[in-house]
């Protein structure tokens, strides 16, 4: 090709073309042909009159546009170089002709330079024809192999035996390669040998040697790619050590080089290995390793769908079985877009349940719900659309009438999959459940009697219970308050003697005192002896202080009086009967009894007591019982702020800074009801704990200091024996309060 003469073609348009002629004429290399070219028809008969090499035209020429003969050019092959020689040209114009396909662009002041632009063209079109035949070789190469691809593909989707695909891939692949010698070797998991799953261009002696290779061992370069899961490329079977056992039996056959590449799923597990063999010492070009990669991929699907074929078969061999022993039928359900509906499978049994065979029942689905119970159909349709809509589990059972006339039980459940397309594909079981239902209506009829009898037992052990507990708690509060009664007797006999005898101490101290007065006033100067005892026992501070101490001992008596009243007030109980009370007298004798919690005492800094008292009517109640609300529901709040604030200052000093505080407040509801409010700023009560305080024997206090009666006994004097309300408010952290709300008509029941 370099020596052959190369047609060079001339556009003849004036001196530029001479001075081009002058240049060109005396190489004998060239063949130069002048043509006249007035128009584009013109060149483009000219283009295909000859099969030039180079076109050489003058830019000066302005009749003609360049940038249509490109186009011309360029249509008619995409090889021939266009070169221009100009006087001059700007560098937009440059630009632009080199932009639409100018090889080369020569001015006439270095018209010495196109012999060398015409030789570099050339070349590198002759470079391009190259690259252009190899693409073609990749070209018919990659369709071949797309073709042998696909043949192997068809042949695993026809579901051909995996020895088949494997020989003809292994064909295939040395069709495309005439001096290569294919071989796949699939691994047995078990005891982890190789075994020939196709080799057709190898000896069957060496074949059957090969055989059951253990990767383990150091055979060959294949049981090496086997345990690393890399290609191995051994390019000289006679020098490379891999072979070092089984050497000289694949040289004995003509084998000299071996390249050996793991088969691998997507996750990385071995599943067997491909094996080239030349006849010469050979490594791998780009062709090859495409080649084979091909070959390995396909092994793979190949492979992999095999064993799927496989473990299919075994699972629907095991399906098979279950669905004949399983205690019911398996069905599939398709609700398509259009609401028509189909059974793709159902098991044999269901026979059994409907009378109907498989066949039957996918020819007309119709028919399973012909035999369903007309007044549960509807149920029946619901569930399925719920089932449907929401895509959530379905669960139905329902009675069935038979062709026999049997009425059935059946009992249906199903996960439901949306397809691809909008349909919803349920996979399921139905079960006849006739003698369990019979047996759990026996069972129910038994439980209801039973449930009867426990029922009348735990109402009568309620009412006993009750009835013991108020008993209990009434008696405790009967002898509290006769205790109290008889303590108030006692101290209020020998206060009285004190409280009477006090007046009488205030006046004689005072008439003595105005007699002193009358004797310093009348006698200035006392003899020695009563100046000195009146020195002695400090006569101006005795005169002074001695009124105070009357005083005090008027206002310690007034205490204890009161301290009397409010004891002999709580000790006025009589439950068999209501009364007219004052709200507030109960609440402050309850608050007198327990004022020894209240107060400050050592380490204790005292509980803070406000009380916000509305003015209340006299309320009908029975005042022991709302002693007993009022202690429990006061005593509770102390305990709390005892548990939240005392044990908790003792172990962070600093922790709390509000002082533990009860509030008490009164107020009244439309003239119709009491509201009385006991708060307490604690730790409250835990919401989890909130909904069980007032049921019996519930606390939340330590063993051995409540016994979980109280807030029960309290709620039922409240709502039981005066038909209020008695609710719990608590966050924790924010503190607990109850409300009591108390009609002020009278109570609609007595007493216990």
């Given at each position: 090709?370099?020596?052959?003469?190369?047609?060079?073609?001339?556009?003849?348009?004036?001196?530029?073309?001479?001075?081009?002629?002058?240049?060109?004429?005396?190489?004998?290399?060239?063949?130069?042909?002048?043509?006249?070219?007035?128009?584009?028809?013109?060149?483009?008969?000219?283009?295909?009159?000859?099969?030039?090499?180079?076109?050489?035209?003058?830019?000066?020429?302005?009749?003609?546009?360049y940038i249509e003969l490109l186009g011309i050019l360029r249509a008619a092959s995409n090889s021939i170089p266009l070169i221009l020689i100009a006087d001059q040209i700007n560098a937009v114009d440059a630009?632009?002709?080199?932009?639409?396909?100018?090889?080369?662009?020569i001015l006439t002041s270095e018209i010495s330079r196109l012999h060398e632009s015409i030789n570099f063209e050339v070349q590198s079109v002759k470079s391009r024809q190259l690259q252009l035949q190899?693409?073609?070789?990749?070209?018919?190469?990659?369709?071949?192999?797309?073709?042998?691809?696909?043949?192997?593909?068809?042949?695993?989707?026809?579901?051909?035996?995996?020895?088949?695909?494997?020989?003809?891939?292994?064909?295939?692949?040395?069709?495309?390669?005439?001096?290569?010698?294919?071989?796949?070797?699939?691994?047995?998991?078990?005891?982890?040998?190789?075994?020939?799953?196709?080799?057709?261009?190898?000896?069957?002696?060496?074949?059957?040697?090969?055989?059951?290779?253990?990767?383990?061992?150091?055979?060959?370069?294949?049981?090496?790619?086997?345990?690393?899961?890399?290609?191995?490329?051994?390019?000289?079977i006679a020098k490379d050590a891999l072979w070092s056992k089984n050497r000289d039996f694949a040289l004995k056959f003509g084998l000299r080089s071996c390249w050996s590449l793991p088969i691998l799923t997507k996750s990385g597990e071995l599943l067997g290995m491909f094996a080239v063999y030349y006849d010469q010492p050979r490594t791998p070009n780009d062709a090859d390793k495409q080649l084979i990669i091909k070959a390995v991929h396909l092994a793979a699907v190949a492979i992999e769908l095999a064993r799927a074929e496989s473990t299919l078969k075994q699972t629907q061999a095991q399906f098979q079985q279950l669905a004949a022993n399983i205690p019911g039928a398996i069905y599939q359900f398709l609700l398509k877009a259009n609401s028509s509906y189909s059974f793709p499978f159902v098991s044999p049994s269901c026979y059994e349940i409907y009378e109907l065979t498989p066949f039957e029942i996918q020819q007309n689905p119709k028919r399973l719900l012909d035999i369903v119970i007309s007044s549960e159909r509807v149920r029946l349709a619901t569930s399925i659309h719920r089932s449907a809509t929401q895509?959530?589990?379905?669960?139905?059972?329902?009675?069935?009438?038979?062709?026999?006339?049997?009425?059935?039980?059946?009992?249906?459940?199903?996960?439901?999959?949306?397809?691809?397309?909008?349909?919803?594909l349920w996979d399921g079981l139905v079960m006849d459940i006739t003698e369990s239902k019979r047996t759990q209506a026996a069972l129910e009829h038994s439980e209801a009697q039973l449930r009867y009898k426990a029922s009348e037992l735990e109402q009568t052990l309620y009412k006993l219970q009750r009835t013991q507990t108020q008993l209990i708690q009434t008696e405790k509060m009967s002898s509290l308050g006769q205790l109290v009664a008889g303590v108030a007797h006692e101290i209020n006999n020998p206060i009285n003697f004190i409280c009477n005898n006090i007046n009488f101490a205030n006046e004689y101290a005072s008439n003595l005192l105005d007699l002193l007065e009358l004797y310093q006033k009348y006698y200035p100067i006392p003899e020695p002896e009563i100046q000195k005892q009146a020195e002695a026992i400090e006569l101006d501070y005795l005169k002074e202080d001695f009124p105070k101490i009357l005083s005090s001992m008027q206002t310690g008596t007034d205490r204890i009086y009161e301290i009397i009243h409010g004891l002999r007030c709580f000790s006025r109980i009589d439950d068999t009967t209501t009364q007219n009370v004052n709200i507030h007298s109960i609440i402050d004798s309850v608050l007198l009894i327990l004022h020894h919690r209240i107060k400050a005492s050592g380490h204790?800094?005292?509980?803070?007591?406000?009380k916000q008292y509305s003015a209340l009517p006299l309320i009908k109640c029975y005042p022991g019982q709302l002693n007993q609300v009022f202690m429990n529901l006061i005593a509770n709040a102390i305990d709390a702020l005892e548990d939240f604030f005392f044990l908790n200052v003792q172990k962070a000093p600093r922790q709390h800074v509000n002082k533990p505080t009860i509030r008490i407040s009164t107020s009244l509801c439309s003239n119709t009801y009491a509201i009385i409010k006991i708060s307490d700023n604690g730790s409250g009560i835990p919401n989890e704990k909130k909904d069980e305080i007032f049921n019996a024997f519930f606390t939340t206090k330590p063993v051995g200091k409540g016994t979980g009666l109280g807030l029960s006994i309290s709620k039922q004097i409240i709502v039981e024996k005066h038909n209020g309300k008695l609710e719990c408010i608590s966050e924790p952290g924010q503190g607990t309060e109850f409300v009591i709300q108390i009609p002020i008509l009278d109570p609609p029941n007595p007493p216990y």
């Open positions: 090709m370099v020596n052959q003469a190369l047609h060079i073609l001339l556009l003849q348009s004036g001196i530029i073309t001479d001075l081009v002629f002058e240049q060109l004429k005396n190489v004998r290399s060239y063949i130069v042909a002048r043509q006249q070219v007035n128009t584009v028809v013109d060149f483009e008969n000219l283009i295909f009159s000859s099969n030039w090499n180079v076109i050489i035209a003058d830019f000066s020429d302005t009749h003609l546009c630009v632009r002709l080199l932009k639409a396909g100018v090889s080369d662009i190899e693409l073609e070789l990749e070209r018919q190469t990659a369709e071949a192999i797309l073709v042998g691809q696909n043949q192997v593909l068809e042949l695993i989707l026809r579901g051909t035996p995996l020895s088949e695909v494997l020989n003809a891939l292994a064909l295939v692949i040395e069709g495309l390669s005439k001096e290569m010698k294919c071989s796949f070797l699939l691994l047995d998991p078990k005891n982890n040998q190789l075994y020939h799953g196709a080799a057709p261009s190898l000896p069957d002696t060496y074949v059957q040697v090969m055989n059951g290779i253990d990767i383990g061992a150091d055979a060959c370069s294949c049981t090496m790619a086997a345990r690393t899961k890399e290609s191995v490329i051994v390019e000289d895509l959530e589990p379905w669960e139905w059972e329902g009675r069935i009438v038979t062709a026999s006339g049997k009425e059935k039980w059946i009992k249906g459940a199903a996960r439901p999959a949306k397809q691809p397309n909008g349909d919803i204790n800094p005292g509980i803070n007591i406000i």
